[in-house]
């Protein structure tokens, strides 16, 4: 069964920090991996698509990479704002069926 | 454009009592989803959709019921409500290629 991890639960950084917030999971076996953005009260934002076949993608101050064969992921925010603040999920589908496996979420306060 | 929308915003049932929850979105997706989500589970999948005539039960399906209306709605409905389904219900929607899902703003329902 796969298992999709986030550590750490939460994360405090000063304004201007370069920032990593991590994804594991047990199954190597995925279709893709989604990061989302997510706001107290708020649905879900995508961030980042990446397919099985591709090593990461990129989208303004934001980088995502997969490493399939460690089972692992990463969402990489340079120079944080305050307004990164929120809480930041992973997502793995095993296969084009559709169904997300979810990560707990990260949650990222940038501190002015 | 307005993506994927959910009524109500909120929603306040007591036990036993029925209620649907609606779900449209405009992108022309072919597939949806049902996921709820509560305070450290994460976020688990209700139902899906893989195309309009077809649905499946996802993670946690007991005590929900779903109906794809048409291509545009799907919608999940409570027969007799329980405390135990209280908690935030988000609906989604991707295409088969990139297969990348979005998320409407929620749904928030206590049962007493």
């Known amino acids: 069964k796969q298992e999709v991890t986030q550590i750490p639960a939460a994360l405090s950084v000063p304004e201007g920090e370069n920032l990593v917030l991590n994804c594991s999971f047990t199954?190597?076996?995925?279709?893709?991996l989604q990061w989302f953005r997510q706001d107290p009260g708020k649905g879900l934002t995508s961030l980042l698509l990446?397919?099985?076949?591709?090593r990461e993608q990129t989208s303004g101050r934001l980088n995502a990479s997969l490493d399939k064969s460690s089972g692992r992921s990463t969402l990489y925010i340079a120079a944080s704002q305050p307004g990164d603040s929120a809480t930041y999920l992973c997502?793995?589908?095993?296969?084009?069926?559709?169904?997300?496996?979810f990560g707990q979420g990260t949650t990222l306060q940038v501190k002015p | 454009n307005a993506g994927v929308t959910q009524t109500p915003k909120f929603q306040v049932l007591k036990t036993g009592q029925s209620m649907t929850l609606q779900c449209a979105q405009d992108?022309?997706?072919?597939?949806m989803y049902w996921y709820r989500q509560d305070p450290g589970m994460g976020l688990r999948l209700i139902y899906y959709?893989?195309?309009?005539?077809?649905?499946d039960k996802g993670e946690v399906p007991n005590g929900y019921n779903v109906s794809r209306l048409n291509k545009r709605e799907f919608s999940l409905r409570l027969e007799s409500a329980a405390p135990s389904q209280t908690s935030v219900y988000f609906c989604?929607?991707?295409?088969?290629?990139?297969?990348?899902?979005?998320f409407g703003p929620g749904t928030r329902l206590t049962v007493t």
């Open positions: 959709s893989a195309s309009e005539g077809t649905t």
């Open positions: 199954d190597s076996a995925i279709y893709n």
């Open positions: 997502a793995v589908k095993k296969s084009n069926t559709g169904k997300l496996i």
């Open positions: 990446i397919q099985s076949s591709q």
């Open positions: 989604a929607s991707s295409e088969s290629q990139p297969n990348e899902q979005y």
């Open positions: 992108m022309n997706h072919n597939s």
